[in-house]
């Protein structure tokens, strides 16, 4: 399942991660497969990006890793944003995550 989410990750394609997967002994694996482990994915990052956020924040910290990230045929560093909150208690928390051009950018 870790090669899988690793291999959607980067983009590889579902077919492709079929023959990655081969590699590990794994020979019953269709595309249909990969692709529902990838749905499930984006689902459960959805949930978290939109989950309601009750405590009180006083600090946000935005923080920014650079990838390259495929756009069609081309690859381009694309900023990952992450947005973090210290909560009263003094825990941090993940607030959000957003892909973006460059770090100057917040919309």
Known sequence: M?????SY???VS?????TVI?????????PSYVSKVSQDLD???RSFLDR???SHIPYLFVDASYFKVRDGIRYFNKALLIIAGVRTDRFREI????????EHELT
């Open 22 to 30: 081969s590699y590990l002994g794994i020979n019953q694996i269709s």
């Open 14 to 18: 579902t077919t492709t991660v079929e």
């Open 9 to 11: 990750l980067q983009g």
């Open 43 to 45: 689902e459960q990052v």
């Open 2 to 6: 870790n090669a899988i989410i690793e």
């Open 95 to 102: 607030l959000g995550a957003r892909v973006a051009d460059a």
């Open 52 to 54: 309601p956020i009750y």
